[in-house]
């Protein structure tokens, strides 16, 4: 989890697009993303280093997931 000091402010992923109402909010924390779920963002987020998430991204843009 993200200090209590850090507020997780949340936006909408650039992979979320369409009209489609599966969205994934994802926010900036230090060293970290976290990611939730836009239809039910009080269920909480799941934290990932930035260095996982980056690798994902990596693979994601890439087309290899």
Known sequence: ????SHRLV???SSYS???TQNCVE???APGASAV???KH?????????ATE???FLEDLKA???
Do not use: E, N, Y
């Open 1 to 4: 989890m993200p200090a209590a």
């Open 10 to 12: 949340f936006r909408k």
């Open 17 to 19: 697009q369409g009209k």
């Open 26 to 28: 994802v926010a900036d």
């Open 36 to 38: 939730r779920d836009s």
């Open 41 to 49: 963002p009080g269920a909480g987020h799941l934290q990932f280093p």
């Open 53 to 55: 998430w980056r690798a």
């Open 63 to 65: 087309d290899r997931i």
